[in-house]
């Protein structure tokens, strides 16, 4: 799909990935721009077009899809990660992870699916993770989120096959915005990622595998368990 001229709508878009998403459409030529938040007030975009949403609302995400009618990529980025164990941790805390990560990326899937459709097909970019193939005892939520999410976008892109609509997932290991603050390890420039994933919407790729970590962690995962652990709790102790 050839980005220029289309319209997009990005969540999240008020900082981090979803602000340089913002930005790098901008420079390939998309003809309009929804950037969309919770909080409307944050976004500083000349030529971008605020848009509330709350992607865990679906009231809020069926009034926007009413909006943005004339939308032809949806790039579902908004996401959050409360260092949460599955087992010990905030329940409430586990429940806003997954209300976030994944059911919200799937209502908003669901309410621009048939725009998407009526304006010939398009894509859906969905921002995921390489933890959606492994976890650790402080990110069980996170990744259980994410490994929900990496279902949805292979689901998605099954079930709308038939009315041409491109579905991408992208992974990554540790993106430099303030989701990553405090963490000491090698982390990406978050227009790296963005740029990344926009070259799959056009290219017509269906994975984005956006860093090195991100290769290394999916390499594994033919191996078992415990070889397979081992293998990323190496790796992790020398980052």
Do not use: C
């Amino acid at each position: 799909m050839e980005l220029k001229g289309a319209v997009a709508l990005v969540t999240g878009a008020n900082r981090g990935i979803g602000a340089e998403f913002v930005r790098l459409l901008r420079i390939r030529g998309v003809a309009k721009i929804y950037a969309a938040a919770r909080d409307t007030s944050s976004i500083e975009f000349d030529g971008a077009e605020p848009i509330e949403i709350d992607i865990t609302n679906s009231a809020q995400v069926e009034a926007a899809a009413r909006t943005a009618g004339d939308v032809q990529i949806l790039i579902n980025n908004a996401g959050i990660s409360t260092n949460t164990a599955l087992v010990t941790g905030d329940e409430r805390r586990i429940r806003q992870e997954m209300d976030t990560n994944f059911y919200g990326p799937l209502l908003m899937t669901r309410a621009f699916a048939p725009v998407l459709q009526a304006n010939g097909g398009g894509a859906i970019l969905n921002v995921i993770s390489a933890l959606s193939w492994f976890t650790a005892p402080t990110a069980g939520a996170y990744a259980a989120s994410k490994a929900a999410a990496l279902t949805l976008t292979d689901s998605t892109r099954l079930e709308l096959a038939s009315q041409g609509t491109h579905v991408v997932g992208v992974h990554m290991g540790l993106v430099d915005t303030d989701m990553a603050n405090g963490m000491e390890a090698p982390k990406m420039d978050p227009a790296h990622l963005a740029g990344a994933g926009l070259d799959a919407i056009e290219s017509g790729a269906q994975e984005v595998l956006a860093d090195d970590w991100a290769k290394f962690v999916k390499s594994g995962l033919s191996l078992d368990p415990q070889d397979r652990y081992a293998q990323i709790f190496a790796a992790l102790s020398m980052s």
